[in-house]
């Protein structure tokens, strides 16, 4: 009953084309004319740092982007990382940049004090980048997006709960060439020198495309199979929150 709710929600007009991200199922669909064009296996949010619902549109990909580090993972992440590692941004090749863009050392800061939450920091582009080489941007007031990874081995995994919220895509240059398949300029041998490059290079999507993130634990797929996903985040039971868009 909970999840028939969020279904009938997503019963209207989606797009002739557009991007579904279902979270619980670690799973996102590239939909055309109404069929499945493809499968992509997804790594989303921790149980303590949720993937939210959103109802958005996918507007411009950048490869080899930079990687700001939000405010929650410098308190949460990167200062334990420090007080453990020293030598950890050196290695990550992460910038600490003051609020003039001026770049500090490490060696300046207190890592045992809120004082890192002052300053901004950034990784290079890079195979180590934590958002490897594409970014998929859209809007979203919870500051998230989808992105390549490093760490490609989670894909593996039957559980796929290791983000801080964003949602990494497995194959994902394959999702941004039937993104970028209507945007003059950028074909699949464009999108691959563009990658090769190593260069930051931004692209426009032509026709932005809709983009659902999703939480369904039940459905019934084309064939008539029940299918069903751990309520990873507790949100089925008597009284929480049914799943509804935001973005």
């Known amino acids: 009953r909970t999840n028939l709710v969020r279904l009938r929600s997503m019963s209207g007009n989606l797009g002739s084309r557009y991007v579904l991200c279902n979270i619980p199922a670690t799973q996102i669909e590239a939909v055309e004319n109404g069929l499945v064009w493809s499968y992509f296996a997804a790594v989303v949010g921790k149980p303590d740092r949720p993937s939210p619902d959103i109802q958005s549109r996918m507007v411009e990909i950048n490869f080899n982007p930079f990687w700001t580090v939000p405010a929650s993972i410098v308190r949460r992440d990167l200062i334990p990382k420090m007080q453990a590692e020293p030598d950890y941004l050196t290695k990550n090749r992460i910038r600490i940049l003051d609020a003039n863009g001026y ?20 990784q290079d582009p890079g195979d180590f980048n934590s ?4 970014r998929i941007n859209f809007p979203s007031v919870h500051g998230v ?18 983000s801080s919220g964003c949602v990494r895509v497995q194959n994902v240059h394959d999702l941004v060439n039937w993104l970028l398949a209507e945007t003059p300029g950028w074909s699949p041998a464009e999108v691959d020198h563009a990658i090769r490059s190593g260069e930051r290079r ?3 999507i032509a026709r932005p495309v809709p983009l659902y993130w999703v939480y369904v634990t039940a459905w019934v797929t084309a064939e008539g199979v ?16 049914v799943a509804a868009s935001r973005g």
């Open 145 to 162: 997006y989808m992105h390549d990874t490093p760490y490609k081995n989670l894909f593996g995994d039957d559980f796929r709960f290791h």
């Open 226 to 241: 029940v299918q069903f996903r751990d309520d990873i985040y507790n949100r089925d039971g008597a009284g929480g929150p």
């Open 131 to 134: 958002l490897g080489s594409i």
């Open 202 to 204: 931004d692209a426009r």
């Open 103 to 122: 770049e500090l050392s490490p060696a300046q800061i207190n890592w045992y004090s809120t004082e890192a939450t002052n300053y901004r920091f950034k």
